[in-house]
């Protein structure tokens, strides 16, 4: 079984960047697709971006499109997300999450996911 944990929230101003880090547990299976959520107070989880999902293209939410970057390192079984040019509205708990043999059109909802680490809060003040 799967164990995911996030590492690097904190708080930013606006404009400025940050990455998370997510390590995946000695089981990680490289079929996995891995992803990255969000969840706002008072809002549903949402997802942000996807890789590894049954083809070769990071997938990402219109908001975060040219801003944020999903990239995998096999090798230290770790998931980035890197976040640029942020904005007050990327406040929230980002969360990773890891699951298999969902299609391409589900790979951002939450509900296909069964893998999921325990958050880190990300703030952005204007």
């Known amino acids: 079984q799967e164990q995911l944990m996030e590492f690097g929230g904190g708080s930013v101003q606006a404009g400025g960047s940050l990455t998370l880090t997510c390590e995946v547990s000695?089981?990680?299976?490289?079929?996995?697709?891995m992803a990255w959520f969000r969840q706002a107070p008072g809002k549903e989880r949402e997802g942000v971006a996807a890789?590894?999902?049954?083809?070769?293209?990071?997938h990402y939410v219109n908001s975060v499109e040219g801003r944020f970057t999903i990239s995998p390192d096999y090798a230290k079984k770790t998931i980035y997300l890197q976040m640029n040019s942020r904005k007050p509205e990327d406040t929230a708990m980002y969360y990773c999450?890891?699951?298999?043999?969902?299609?391409?059109?589900?790979?951002?909802?939450?509900?296909?996911?069964?893998?999921w680490g325990q958050g880190t809060q990300v703030t952005v003040s204007s």
């Open positions: 999450a890891a699951d298999a043999g969902m299609g391409i059109a589900l790979i951002l909802r939450p509900n296909v996911y069964n893998y």
């Open positions: 000695a089981y990680f299976d490289y079929s996995n697709c």
């Open positions: 890789i590894n999902c049954g083809d070769d293209n990071p």
